[in-house]
């Protein structure tokens, strides 16, 4: 399938996803994700849900990095196609942007090059670790400025597609896993 013809089907799949059923699959995807390798890290790059498009919750998985003393960082759209990254504190101010992603208003900047673990938004993925984003192409770019051995994290209520995206191009940054409520992936 089409990226754009995925960004569809699963833009319309989470629209008929319950706020119970979010929540609920939302502490799920943060339960398994105690099953993977990731907890010797310092620096976990997660992104902010957009409540108003069905998004992973990621608050749970974010009381789980801070409970194990972890370094969150969270993103702040800057320029056209380019994101900067935030240590989220007590202290950290979030304002909702216009695409209504809640973002710090300022704080202590963390470089591409600390990240050690990054949780990916997505719409879709395929069983090669293909990701569907909204097709802005911030995550793309952002990826390629993290260091080789990053890990990337995808997080979906849903299952992979069967079939590989078609239109997969140079630019387009693999996941190294993706968790679902019921699986955990590896790429």
Known sequence: MLKHEL????KNLRADISPEQAS???LAIANS????PIWDFFYYHIFLSIEEKSEV???PLITLLLGKDKNVVVP???GNDSMENYLLTDN??????AWGVPEPVDGIEVPESKIDVVFVPLLAFDALGNRVGYGKGFYDGFLQKCRKETLKIGVSFF??????ISDVNANDVKLDYCVTPEKVYTF
């Open 33 to 36: 994700l105690l099953q993977i």
């Open 92 to 97: 950290t101010s979030l304002k909702k942007s």
């Open 7 to 10: 960004r569809k089907k699963y």
């Open 76 to 78: 702040k759209v800057s």
């Open 159 to 164: 299952q992979s597609e069967e079939e590989p």
């Open 24 to 26: 609920d699959f939302s």
């Open 57 to 59: 919750d990621t608050l």
